[in-house]
């Protein structure tokens, strides 16, 4: 008979029932929550979701190429196996996975692989709906250049049809008068934050090594590209880098606007409430938006559209800065469509860069907001921490041209989207967005309505309404290019 007290039997049947459960999580390992394959010419990113951290030990065998894993402290699971016949004929770089126990508490994940890679494997702590995050981001050892890429498509392609005429330019953008209505964002925002702007975001470009696994987020690399073989010879022909510019003979002008549709991949962006995503509208809007801009000409010079993403894979926000740099881009639009806490904030708006403080508090939210999508995509902490030792150059004087350019850029985009609708604030505000930090490059970002509101969210979700944005868009990018022409130079690969 147990003679001990009532509490003190109950506490030993609670602790033994720990230990007893305890014994049987270690034995089982982490529960896996999730697996997705997100595969793209750049790179083709694995996530494996667990609920506990995994630790990984990663082996790359060049020939013939592929990378294995050893993952700790897991089973072999229905979740793990899902990776086999999540591999798609079409990814550009990874052929097939296998996937077995490797020893006890041990499995082994192998990924075959289409081409030489440069991989980083690392984990990420849980952050907005994700949980314990290992990634494996598989860059291609020898990618294309992508201002290659655009010359080569230009010389492809036939003779664009004849631009229909710019409009003519005008004194002053064509806005809607400011709601008579307080702004409900601006209200909310006075009431939670405090209004000292917080300092720049700083932007490094992103490098080719590998990393070896961290416990932190931080910016996948933009692999540096080796020298590319000349094109055919052509009167338009370009078939050397700048480091070779003794060989190099002038392009037409040709015209390069990066387009910038926002988040990607792990990281979904806003969500309206009848779950539309905003990184899936950003994309098609950007997608209808090239196929205006690559059918148009300024002053008889084609133009060219370069997504930063042309696919549902994430971006960091650094790379995206360091791709526009990287083709010459001529401009630069970020594309987005916001949400906030309640249903009532709406309307369009454009923002600039500033150097120094938001020009609202909404405005300073919207930044802080943006700038944390490098958390939710998944970027590599310690190589981000490596690159923030390579900075840009005299930002200062080029810093100052290019914001003031944006909000010329702005006031145009701004007047043309008024068109469609409610504009949350008429004028072009700026705070510190780290997207918007291309140093030489005219930039703005548009958020084109609040996902968040059902009427705005209905209007996104509709191809006809996307066609109208791509339009007004190209309506405002024209109306800038009247007015500021671009400067005469030769583009080079």
Do not use: C
Request: charged share 20%.
């Amino acid at each position: 008979m147990d003679r001990r007290p009532p509490a003190r039997r109950s506490l030993l049947r609670a602790a033994s029932l720990a230990l007893l459960l305890g014994r049987l999580r270690m034995a089982h390992g982490a529960g896996i929550v999730a697996v997705r394959i997100w595969p793209a010419p750049e790179y083709s990113r694995v996530t494996i979701e667990s609920d506990e951290a995994l630790s990984a030990k990663p082996f790359f065998v060049a020939t013939p190429p592929r990378l294995a894993v050893d993952i700790e402290g897991a089973d072999l699971s229905p979740a793990l196996r899902e990776l086999v016949a999540k591999v798609h004929s079409d990814d550009p770089n990874i052929a097939g996975i296998r996937v077995g126990q490797n020893a006890p508490g041990v499995v082994r994940l192998v990924i075959d692989l289409k081409q030489a890679a440069l991989p980083q494997v690392f984990t990420l702590p849980p952050v907005a709906a994700y949980r314990h995050r290992l990634v494996l981001d598989l860059y291609p050892a020898a990618p294309m250049d992508p201002l290659q890429a655009l010359i080569a498509e230009r010389l492809r392609d036939a003779p664009p049809p004849p631009a229909a005429a710019a409009p003519a330019p005008e004194t002053t953008a064509q806005t809607p008068a400011p709601p008579a209505a307080p702004d409900p964002l601006d209200a909310l925002i006075a009431q939670h934050s405090n209004h000292r702007s917080p300092p720049p975001a700083e932007i490094a470009p992103p490098t080719l090594a590998a990393a070896p696994i961290s416990t932190a987020p931080a910016a996948p690399p933009l692999p540096a590209a080796p020298a590319a073989p000349a094109p055919p010879s052509s009167p338009s022909a370009v078939p050397a880098r700048p480091g070779n510019r003794a060989t190099a003979t002038p392009t037409d002008r040709l015209i390069i606007v990066a387009l910038d549709p926002g988040h990607g991949g792990e990281d979904p962006g806003a969500i309206g409430p009848a779950g539309t995503r905003e990184k899936d509208v950003v994309l098609r809007v950007a997608q209808l938006l090239r196929q205006r801009i690559n059918a148009t000409t300024v002053a008889g010079n084609p133009m060219r559209a370069y997504l930063t993403r042309d696919g549902d894979y994430f971006v960091p926000l650094g790379t995206r800065v360091q791709k526009a740099r990287d083709v010459q881009a001529d401009l630069f639009v970020s594309i987005h469509a916001d949400a906030f806490t309640t249903p009532a904030a709406r309307g369009a708006s454009v923002f600039a860069l500033s150097q120094s403080g938001a020009s609202s508090a909404a405005a300073r939210w919207m930044a802080n907001k943006e700038n944390q999508s490098d958390l939710v995509g998944g970027i590599n902490a310690q190589r981000q921490a490596q690159d923030r030792h390579v900075q840009f150059t005299k930002l200062d004087m080029s810093i100052t041209a290019q914001i003031k350019d944006s909000l010329q850029l702005g006031s145009v985009l701004l007047g043309e989207i008024g068109h469609l609708g409610q504009l949350h604030k008429p004028q072009v505000e700026q705070a510190g967005f780290a997207v918007l930090k291309a140093p030489d490059i005219p930039s703005v970002l548009v958020e084109t309505a609040f996902i968040s509101n059902p009427e705005e969210e209905k209007r996104l979700r509709s191809s006809a309404y996307q066609e109208q944005l791509a339009n007004a868009l190209m309506r405002g990018i024209t109306r800038y290019f009247a007015k500021n022409p671009p400067l005469a130079r030769s583009r080079s690969v």
